[in-house]
């Protein structure tokens, strides 16, 4: 009998790619780190471009793996999960929790921001998205994300927001704050950041809140002692710069400008969503990822200064080569995982914009 694709789907976490030669496409790591597919494109068409990836590691080590997975790049995404018990070398086949595109409400999802809250359990949220409409949706997983319960964000949407990026920070309580960026169709506001917090662990999300009124998008919020830092990609004449606004007040006001993260290649337009956090193993240190568009792309490590703000380039964590004739041109959105010891895993997406796009995953130390 010829096995179903939710049976082969099922099966994914026990194929070996580890000696499967890498596709002369594929990223390299210039000091060596190995490189690697952390999520292969399941077999269902429907399913088969695997982006914008975001983690987060429980309690338990298990790794909570949020990403888009659709047709092609820019529509038809949904948000989707798979989790690792064993240190990220296997992830779990392709969760979906909610469909966009044709028939839908919505035609594709865009991005979505993930973490922990104060409890331990796994909070997601991610946006729905058409021409002229938007909401947020949100889930809740007590179990690793295994399973999850939707959340109340009713007062995120229909069109108040746009999109949710990023990861979900612990405030002082049992308060969470996230961000995101404005969207067509949304009212009063249609360009800038927003921030909403939540007053009960992820349960509900509160009215959104104008962080700046910014032509840039896809924050990622961090808290470095009692700071917050919203880290946003620019757009237009700053494609390849990034901004930061900082709080010092928990969000009540903010403060924006750029930062001296830019791209290093010439060559490079554009930098994609951007990656920080706080140095697990230094407080007074930040790190940032960045990831060079167009072919040939690199992903950069930083390291900041938590106080002044000033970045020093560390090194280039991964080289993406440009193939004459190669259609596997859709790639970036670094996110780097802290594991244990000085360990590290760098997430991100580089396969076909409309087919097949693999999770990719580089192992390397911080």
């Given amino acids: 009998m010829k096995p179903s694709i939710s049976a082969l789907l099922l099966a994914l976490p026990l194929v070996s790619l580890a000696s499967e030669p890498a596709p002369a496409w594929a990223g390299r790591a210039p000091n060596g780190d190995r490189v690697r597919i952390a999520i292969a494109p399941p077999e269902n068409r429907r399913f088969e471009h695997l982006a914008w990836p975001k983690a987060v590691r429980t309690a338990d080590g298990t790794i909570v793996l949020g990403y888009l997975a659709g047709t092609h790049h820019g529509s038809e995404s949904c948000p989707a999960v798979s989790v690792s018990s064993d240190g990220g070398k296997t992830f779990s086949a392709p969760n979906v929790l909610k469909e966009f595109g044709p028939g839908q409400e919505y035609g594709n999802s865009g991005n ?112 470095s002692g009692d700071r917050l830092l919203v880290f946003i990609r620019g757009r237009g004449p700053a494609n390849a710069r990034q901004f930061i606004s900082v709080s010092d007040d928990w969000g009540r006001t903010w403060k924006t400008d750029l930062l001296n993260l830019t791209a290093l290649n010439p060559h490079a337009t554009s930098l994609a969503h951007p990656f920080a956090m706080v140095n697990p193993h230094r407080a007074d240190e930040l790190i940032a990822v960045t990831f060079e568009r167009p072919l040939p792309g690199t992903a950069q490590l930083w390291r900041g200064d938590a106080r002044t703000l000033v970045f020093k380039h560390d090194r280039t964590l991964v080289e993406l080569p440009k193939i004459a004739g190669d259609q596997n041109t859709d790639f970036g959105y670094a996110w780097l995982l802290p594991m244990e010891g000085r360990r590290a895993l760098v997430f991100y997406y580089h396969g076909m914009g409309r087919g097949p796009c693999p999770i990719w995953v580089v192992e390397t130390q911080i």
């Fill in 112 to 223: 979505m921001a993930l973490g922990i809250a104060h409890d331990g359990a796994v909070l997601l949220l991610a946006h729905g998205h058409s021409a002229n409409s938007n909401h947020i949706y949100g889930w809740r997983s007590t179990d690793g994300g295994r399973t999850w319960k939707p959340v109340d964000t009713s007062a995120l949407g229909p069109n108040k927001t746009g999109s949710s990026t990023g990861t979900i920070v612990q405030l002082p309580g049992k308060k969470l704050m996230v961000t995101g960026h404005y969207r067509a169709g949304s009212k009063p506001n249609t360009v800038g950041i927003w921030q909403s917090v939540s007053e009960d662990d992820g349960r509900t999300w509160g009215e959104p809140a104008m962080v700046n009124n910014l032509n840039a998008g896809e924050p990622v919020l961090v808290r």
